[in-house]
């Protein structure tokens, strides 16, 4: 099943405008998430993360936030730039329960940053 | 962060064939791990490899199908024995640097005819 779940296949955004990318998910032992951005031909690229413990994390034009309770996260990107166009990822974690390393990955998000 | 290159880059394959990809990272680390993506699918963990002991399989992948390789810390190699269209994928190493997060490779792109 699915534990992760990115409902939009993709969003289209002008640049300079915010970007907000959401993903859910179901597992509630998940306690660590993160964002990758993943270029054609590349491997995904680490973005930013949040552990459980927290409700937002911040690095330059990239804020993750977490609503533990309604089990969703939502990454926001200002603001939106060109370079911006790419398939996103949400991954998560259990690192008390589960194997380390295991992350479960949601199905993506195709970003386009227009002019 | 860390650097990660893997062997080939992409490979066009026969049925019933078998193909060995091979990761390399530029400083040792405990844990690598093996994903495939699917066309059109999400990435899956296949299996965790640790220098010195056997891998460790997710539900639904087989050492026979899979066999991984570790023989030192900055080195793994994924076997796809025994080929068939199904495993048309992107196969992706990643590291681990005990720091909460994942680097992953740049990815070899399989297809199976």
């Known amino acids: 099943d699915q534990q992760v779940k990115q409902n939009s296949p993709s969003l289209s955004v002008q640049e300079g405008r915010i970007s907000i990318l959401n993903c859910d998910y179901t597992?509630?032992?998940?306690?660590?998430f993160l964002w990758y951005k993943k270029y054609p031909a590349e491997g995904p690229t680490f973005l930013i993360s949040?552990?459980?413990?927290?409700d937002k994390n911040e690095d330059g034009r990239f804020t993750v936030f977490l609503n533990k309770s309604a089990k969703h996260l939502s990454l926001h990107i200002v603001p939106s730039q060109p370079g911006d166009s790419a398939v996103y990822f949400c991954?998560?974690?259990?690192?008390?329960?589960?194997?380390?390393?295991?992350?479960?990955f949601g199905a993506g998000t195709q970003v386009v940053v227009t002019p | 962060s860390a650097v990660i290159s893997q062997k080939p880059s992409r490979d066009i394959c026969q049925r019933g064939t078998s193909l060995t990809i091979q990761c390399q990272v530029d400083?040792?680390?405990?844990?690598m791990f093996w994903y495939r993506q699917q066309p059109g699918q999400s990435l899956t963990l296949i299996a965790t490899?640790?220098?010195?002991?056997?891998?460790?399989?997710e539900s639904g992948f087989v050492i026979d199908k899979f066999p991984i390789s570790r023989p030192n810390l900055t080195f793994s190699t994924l076997t796809v024995s025994n080929m068939s269209p199904e495993d048309s994928s992107i196969y992706l190493c990643?590291?681990?640097?005990?720091?909460?997060?994942?680097?992953f490779g740049p990815g070899t792109r399989l297809t199976v005819l």
């Open positions: 990643s590291v681990d640097r005990a720091t909460d997060t994942q680097y």
């Open positions: 597992n509630s032992m998940f306690d660590y």
């Open positions: 949040i552990s459980s413990i927290k």
């Open positions: 991954a998560a974690s259990a690192r008390i329960s589960d194997s380390w390393g295991k992350l479960q």
């Open positions: 400083s040792q680390v405990t844990m």
């Open positions: 490899a640790n220098q010195g002991s056997e891998a460790t399989y």
